[in-house]
């Protein structure tokens, strides 16, 4: 789980001279996701309010491939609850497109005035492992060989067995 600490807001408080801040946290769970080919992960996402910050706040992603993902947020805009947790659901899609590799995103939650971000590291996998097709091939292999190498039964052209040297 990996917590950033987003933003530190200054609320005028109404009537009064002094001044309350909030902090707000974004919270990635899991930080780190492994996807094969063709897989979907998901990840909770969840934005801690400790004051109320008033307005709609979407989430986003920066720093993925041009291409290869579909990512998206269920629901991807939210009114965060007064002094409580604001919460939803990322999935990451790893299309026929990903190639193999390793790298670090951003989830993004996008406020009124105010901007978080939070790490994420992803590391997709290919499909199948390298050794499947590879057996795939020597059994291949070994299907036209075995023939080969089995004694063939001599026949004579009328189809009968001829006898060896006896």
């Known amino acids: ?4 600490l987003l933003a530190v807001v200054t609320v005028p408080v109404a009537g009064s001279a002094r001044m309350l801040q909030s902090e707000l946290t974004l919270t990635v769970d899991p930080s780190s996701v492994v996807i094969k080919v063709g897989d979907t992960a998901r990840v909770n996402v969840t934005l801690r309010d400790v004051m ?3 307005g709609k706040v979407c989430f ?10 579909i990512e998206s947020f269920d629901p991807t805009c939210v009114d965060p609850k007064p002094d409580g947790e604001t ?3 990322m ?6 497109a990903a190639a193999p590799q390793n790298f670090t995103a951003s989830v993004v939650a996008i406020g009124p005035n105010w901007t978080a971000r939070s790490p994420i590291n992803i590391t997709v996998e290919p499909a199948m492992s390298a050794w499947i097709p590879w057996s795939i091939i020597f059994v291949f292999v070994l299907i036209l ?4 190498l089995v004694r063939t039964r001599k026949t004579d052209s009328a189809g009968h067995r001829k006898r060896s040297g006896r």
């Open 87 to 89: 919460t939803t659901r």
């Open 52 to 54: 109320l910050n008033p």
């Open 60 to 69: 986003g992603v920066e720093g993925f491939p041009s291409s290869g993902f």
């Open 1 to 4: 789980m990996m917590v950033i």
């Open 91 to 96: 999935s990451v899609e790893a299309t026929p």
């Open 145 to 148: 060989i075995i023939p080969l």
